[in-house]
């Protein structure tokens, strides 16, 4: 039997007089009689980790049964949300593969033994009352079945923080085929994303299982719900912008596409150096300077900005700049932005995927690792150092 958190939670059934009761206190010799008087094997002992008739049970608990003096022939486990899964193991007992959901009664039949000796067991349980502000909820990017570029991390975030990372870490599990090392890396108590050493590679198919029901997150909170998403990797198209020539090339699997003249930020609005990855898209936005700081002398507001892509929290887009083109190839005339004619931007903005990678250099200003999807501005050792679990 498992060491449990509370003893209250350590409990035996025992046939009618066997060994070992519920708390009816029957000795061994009167249960041995007792049980040859109504025709039963002898010592029969169903033991769980989760007493008879328990309330406010865990919800991180993996419900385990097993029995002395006979076998477990059937286990069936259920609530108002229906059965709860589990299997067999080697020693014989039974084990959920799925931990419980918060206010809900279980009710548990097993049978032991087999053929006229065998007996059937019931008993109930009920798990602690959780409210939501005791229950935390990740939303998972890229959506499952999205195919994305080979700059995408998995992105995870909580809308309560988790304090126990490292219990919350061992339960998120990334696979991607072919293999390619990555780990987790924590942004903050509500925020983890998890990279592949290196760019994915072209083609990779990526499953994320997020094992997080139930989860103790620490302070008091727990995982709401398990998250299961799948997507692919698009081709490889990175796009290398230069700050002092004005230009933007844009390759796609290693072959060079197009070199495309552009501008950047002018003097006091220095757009970052670095990589990044474009984080989403629109056809059209409304771009307004107050939303980032800008005001004054240097406000602006326009409200049909066209190929807009985004690709830093703080407000550095690649899109359509009608007004720069004397400017594009030959001055960085913007207020951080990078941007392109819109013939230009539009065949890129038709190319382009949520993931895909935008490296830029020629400025003194640098990317930062949580600036949007800034996950590969860190060496892959430096980002490694970001996982709960070393």
């Known amino acids: 039997m498992l060491a449990l958190a509370s003893s209250a939670l350590s409990a035996c059934?025992?046939?009618?007089?066997?060994?070992?009761?519920d708390g009816a206190g029957t000795t061994p010799q009167a249960g041995q009689e007792a049980a040859q008087e109504a025709g039963q094997p002898r010592d029969v002992v169903l033991r769980s980790n989760v007493a008879k008739g328990a309330q406010g049970v865990p919800v991180d608990t993996l419900l385990e049964l097993s029995a002395e003096g006979a076998e477990l022939e059937r286990v069936v486990v259920t609530s108002p949300q229906g059965r709860l899964p589990g299997r067999s193991?080697?020693?014989?007992?039974?084990?959920?593969?799925?931990?419980?959901?918060?206010?809900?009664?279980?009710?548990?039949e097993v049978r032991v033994g087999a053929g006229d000796e065998s007996q059937v067991r019931q008993r109930t349980f009920r798990t602690v009352?959780?409210?939501?502000?005791?229950?935390?909820?990740?939303?998972?990017a890229p959506l499952d079945g999205e195919t994305v570029g080979v700059g995408m991390p998995?992105?995870?975030?909580?809308?309560?923080?988790?304090t126990d990372r490292a219990a919350v870490e061992r339960q998120m599990q990334v696979t991607a085929t072919p293999r390619q090392a990555g780990t987790w890396h924590w942004i903050s108590d509500t925020e983890v994303h998890y990279r592949p050493r290196e760019y994915w590679k072209a083609g990779t198919e990526v499953s994320v299982d997020l094992d997080i029901n139930g989860v103790d997150a620490g302070g008091g909170i727990y995982g709401q719900e398990s998250r299961?998403?799948?997507?692919?990797?698009?081709?490889a198209h990175v796009y290398r912008v230069d700050a002092r020539s004005h230009t933007m090339k844009v390759f796609s699997d290693g072959d060079l596409l197009r070199t495309i003249p552009i501008t950047t930020g002018k003097a006091g609005f220095t757009t970052r150096s670095g990589t990044k990855v474009?984080?989403?898209?629109?056809?059209t936005k409304r771009m307004d300077s107050e939303t980032v700081g800008i005001g004054g002398s240097e406000a602006y507001d326009i409200a049909d900005v066209q190929y807009a892509m985004r690709l830093t929290n703080s407000g550095e887009f690649i899109h359509a700049a009608p007004w720069s083109v004397g400017s594009q190839g030959s001055a960085n005339v913007s207020h951080g932005c990078t941007g392109l004619s819109t013939e230009n931007a539009g065949w890129l903005y038709d190319m382009t995927r949520r993931g895909d990678v935008v490296e830029y250099t020629g400025t003194d200003r640098p990317m930062t690792l949580d600036n949007g999807y800034g996950d590969w501005n860190a060496s892959w050792g430096a980002y490694r150092k970001g996982s709960a679990l070393g």
């Open 13 to 21: 059934d025992a046939a009618p007089g066997d060994a070992q009761t």
């Open 89 to 108: 193991t080697d020693g014989g007992a039974w084990r959920a593969t799925e931990r419980l959901e918060p206010g809900t009664t279980y009710a548990v």
């Open 129 to 140: 009352d959780l409210s939501l502000a005791q229950q935390t909820y990740a939303s998972v």
């Open 154 to 162: 998995v992105v995870v975030g909580f809308d309560l923080p988790v």
């Open 228 to 235: 299961q998403v799948a997507f692919t990797v698009g081709e």
């Open 278 to 283: 474009v984080m989403e898209k629109h056809d």
